[in-house]
Structure formats: C-alpha cells, structure tokens
C-alpha cells in the first residue's frame, strides 16, 4: 500500500498561485497513475487532474483546464498541482490518489485505492 501525503496549501487572491505536492512512500509509485480530486463544503468530491505513471499522458476537468498544471517526479515520488489564476470558486480541500491498479488512468474516484489526508486550498475574492 502506498502512503501520500499533501502539502501546499493556503490562503491566497483571486487571480494567485499555488503549488500543491503530493508525497508518496510505499510500493512502487512510478507504476501507477496519480489523480488530484477536491471537494467543497457540502459536495461531492470531484476530479481535478490526472497524470500517467510515466508523466506522458495528463487529463484536466474542464473547469480547471489552462489555468492548472499536473506533473510527477519518480526520482521524488512525488506528484504536484501548479494551480494559476486561482478563482473563488477553487476553495476546496484537495487530495492526490494513487490508482488501485498499475497502468490506469481514471476520473473514477473509485479507481483510486491511496488517498492523502487532503490540504485546504481557500481563495478569497
């Protein structure tokens, strides 16, 4: 089992930048793919990004697309979230997940099997 754990997060402007990082430790991380989900206060967890076990291949939701950019480190076993041009509506506590299985790519929170404990990312307008 992997172990992830975030860090980055904070308070910052509409319109600033943040930089979230997601730290692995455990089985092998660079086999397997990396998502970046968030939730709000009183909704349901939704994707945010993914990238591949090799970095090749990444995936945005449409709402964060041009303005957030995921990538991965395997020397570091870590994966990071450079979130530009931050909007309100951006306020969530963010988490990495880690596939269940090696090679697979998802916006399916259940193909997701390692979750970090979330960092709380507030944007104020």
């Known amino acids: 089992q992997v172990q992830l754990a975030e860090s980055g997060g904070g308070l910052v402007q509409a319109g600033g930048s943040l930089r979230l990082s997601c730290a692995a430790s455990g089985r092998t991380f660079s086999s397997y793919g990396v998502g970046w989900f968030r939730q709000a206060p009183g909704k349901e967890r939704e994707f945010v990004a993914a990238i591949s076990r090799s970095g090749g291949y990444k995936d945005y939701a449409d709402s964060v697309k041009g303005r957030f950019t995921i990538s991965r480190d395997n020397a570091k076993n870590t994966v990071y979230l450079q979130m530009n041009g931050l909007k309100p509506e951006d306020t969530a506590v963010y988490y990495c997940?880690?596939?269940?299985?090696?090679?697979?790519?998802?916006?399916?929170?259940?193909?997701?099997?390692?979750w970090g404990q979330g960092t709380q990312v507030t944007v104020s307008s």
């Open positions: 997940a880690c596939a269940a299985r090696p090679g697979v790519m998802s916006r399916d929170v259940r193909d997701f099997g390692s």
